[in-house]
């Protein structure tokens, strides 16, 4: 399988393609690093990647960022960065794989348990992580209509960021990486669609 993995060098993304390149042709993407590069917040720019590499069975998104910070210091241009990155960045990709996609085809995004389980100082990233979830689900049947999947994974905190961003999930238990990929492979190897793969 031909796979496309955007933000394949981050803490996710890196264990995604440790699970899936002995198997897979995995062709990691990231905004400075991987066997490409590509910023996901210019759609010129995914258009150019998608035009370089060809047709894929496959594209995983583990890149986006959004800010973290209180909604009294937040502003219209902190919510428009996690739009521009983790929302439409996300989005952007998906619309351009429709064309690149093998019969078959599959996308995962990445969304984060903040959509349903929301911390201090995390209301933008709790918005996007919603509005990710919102297009799989709203999307999903049209991807169908060309014979495409497309679902999202919603990790919880991971383990391997616990020791820097554990102070922003109170009360919160790290979820193992190990069953954060397993929900990447369950979007990827089997046959469900439009849905929010949740891992805690």
Request: proline content about 4%.
């Amino acid at each position: 399988m031909k796979i496309l993995l955007i933000g394949g060098t981050g803490t996710i993304g890196s264990k995604v393609a440790e699970r899936l390149e002995s198997e897979n042709e995995v062709i990691i993407a990231g905004r400075s690093s991987g066997d490409v590069q590509v910023d996901i917040t210019n759609p010129d720019a995914i258009q150019k990647l998608f035009e370089k590499i060809g047709t894929v069975d496959a594209v995983i998104v583990t890149a986006g960022s959004a800010p973290v910070k209180p909604l009294c210091d937040s502003t219209n241009e902190d919510f428009g960065e996690g739009v521009k990155s983790k929302m439409m960045g996300q989005i952007n990709v998906a619309l351009t794989a429709m064309n690149y996609l093998n019969k078959g085809g599959s996308v995962t995004l990445t969304s984060g348990i903040l959509s349903d389980d929301p911390i201090p100082q995390g209301t933008i990233l709790s918005t996007i992580n919603g509005a990710v979830n919102g297009f799989v689900t709203g999307a999903y049947g049209e991807f169908l209509q060309k014979g495409f999947r497309i679902n999202a994974v919603s990790p919880a905190l991971v383990e391997d960021s616990a020791d820097a961003l554990g102070d922003f999930f109170p009360g919160h238990t790290p979820a193992k990486m190990e069953h954060v990929v397993d929900g990447y492979e369950k979007s990827l190897k089997t046959l469900i669609t439009g849905q929010i793969i949740n891992i805690e």
